[in-house]
């Protein structure tokens, strides 16, 4: 009887061992890294069954914050604008800005452009190389939000020789201490597969303008990247360089915590295609004077993901909607320092580019600034249009 048990011990004890070799966790390792958080309850949460064989998968959920519901929200389908914003067939109007609520009416900017894309194996000197070449910066007022008039352009390209002269594009607006400010792409002609994209500034007294550009790019891609050979390909590189080394897109400030917050994406020279897709990151550049200097923070990239920039303040930190590229698209992500994020819901597919209403009750509930904004849409390869997305709160049906 006592050898038996002397075998039945080193029985358990080999499978112990043979278990924490295979990644088994062992019922103590489980109890060290977790059992503070396996309680009845939770257990019961969750759909645990045995409490000393957890998955990856039910450790990285016992990991999660008890977290409610109250950041996941599902879109409805896109609907089609009237008025002047209506689809209209040979001309581009993508990108809209965040919608401000002034004079009686609401407002938007967007990249605006005419005629088919010609793409990069032709004449890049000439022709036009995608449906943001070649853009200015238009703006539009509604009454509700659905039918719109088209006022007129709002920031023209530069004139020849200037870091904008080809092509002003994808802005964003911000009202501060009753002066507006728009930010926005810039491209300099010749826009090759290469050429590297700024971020430019106007100001104006009024939403109506006239505007003021500030001289010189707010924001400019790192320039630590080094291209291989002459050939325009922007894969082929010797030194792939910061994350933002090729463009800095998607420029949106926050006024926070007393200083100037330009949340922006990266593309990075010899960008590769990852096991989450895209290699796109957000960064963030912090000023004093709304006008710059812009210092780029050295937390940069502060996204693994995402692509347009939708940020937005809420309980005293930042929240964002990350979509499109990267393993964490599709999730609303918070952050109460701006800077470091979380992720605090996954959400079916996202409207892409998105125009926050700004005159939202942000403080209401997370997601209340996303209940309805502007969107695009690709009618077809050359021409988009802006569209109104709108969203609800899912709970327990
Ligand atoms: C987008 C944005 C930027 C890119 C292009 C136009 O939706 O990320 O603006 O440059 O596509």
Not at 24 to 53: C, M, N, W, Y
Not at 75 to 93: I, N
């Amino acid at each position: 009887m006592r050898s038996i048990t002397i075998i039945c011990c080193f029985y358990w004890i080999f499978n112990l061992l043979w278990a924490c070799d295979r990644g088994i966790p062992s019922t103590q390792s489980i109890e060290k890294d977790h059992s503070l958080l396996i309680t009845d309850e939770v257990k019961d949460r969750l759909g645990i069954t045995h409490a000393q064989f957890l998955s990856a998968a039910s450790k990285r959920a016992l990991e999660w914050p008890n977290r409610s519901n109250e950041w996941y929200i599902e879109f409805s389908g896109l609907q089609p604008l009237k008025g002047d914003l209506a689809y209209e067939e040979g001309v581009v109007r993508r990108d809209p800005s965040a919608l401000l609520y002034e004079n009686g009416k609401y407002y938007v900017w967007y990249s605006k452009s005419i005629g088919p894309t010609q793409g990069f194996d032709g004449d890049v000197v000439n022709e036009k190389v995608f449906p943001w070449d070649r853009c200015d910066i238009w703006y539009a007022t509604s009454p509700d939000g659905w039918t719109w008039k088209e006022e007129g352009v709002a920031v023209p390209r530069g004139a020849a020789g200037r870091f904008d002269d080809r092509s002003v594009f994808t802005p964003e607006i911000l009202k501060f201490d009753n002066k507006f400010y728009l930010c926005y792409q810039t491209v300099q002609s010749p826009y090759e597969l290469r050429v590297k994209n700024q971020v430019g500034m106007a100001w104006s007294e009024s939403p109506n303008g006239p505007w003021n550009k500030v001289e010189k790019p707010i924001l400019s891609p790192a320039d630590n990247g080094i291209w291989a050979g002459t050939k325009q390909n922007r894969f082929n590189v010797i030194k792939k360089g910061d994350f933002d080394s090729h463009k800095v897109h998607d420029p949106c400030i926050l006024p926070y915590k007393n200083q100037f917050y330009l949340y922006y994406k990266g593309e990075q020279m010899g960008e590769e295609i990852t096991f989450g897709g895209r290699q796109i990151r957000h960064g963030v550049a912090i000023a004093d004077d709304i006008l710059g200097p812009y210092i780029k923070s050295p937390y940069n990239p502060i996204s693994n993901s995402g692509h347009e920039i939708c940020v937005w303040p809420y309980k005293g930190g930042i929240a964002s909607l990350i979509t499109t590229d990267g393993p964490e698209r599709n999730t609303i992500q918070w952050a109460d320092d701006g800077i470091n994020f979380e992720i605090m819901s996954s959400i079916k597919t996202p409207p892409h580019a998105i125009g926050l209403n700004r005159s939202a009750d942000q403080e209401k509930e997370p997601t209340e600034i996303l209940r309805w904004g502007l969107s695009h849409r690709y009618q077809n390869k050359d021409y988009q249009c802006i569209m109104r997305f709108s969203s609800y709160r899912r709970y327990n049906e």
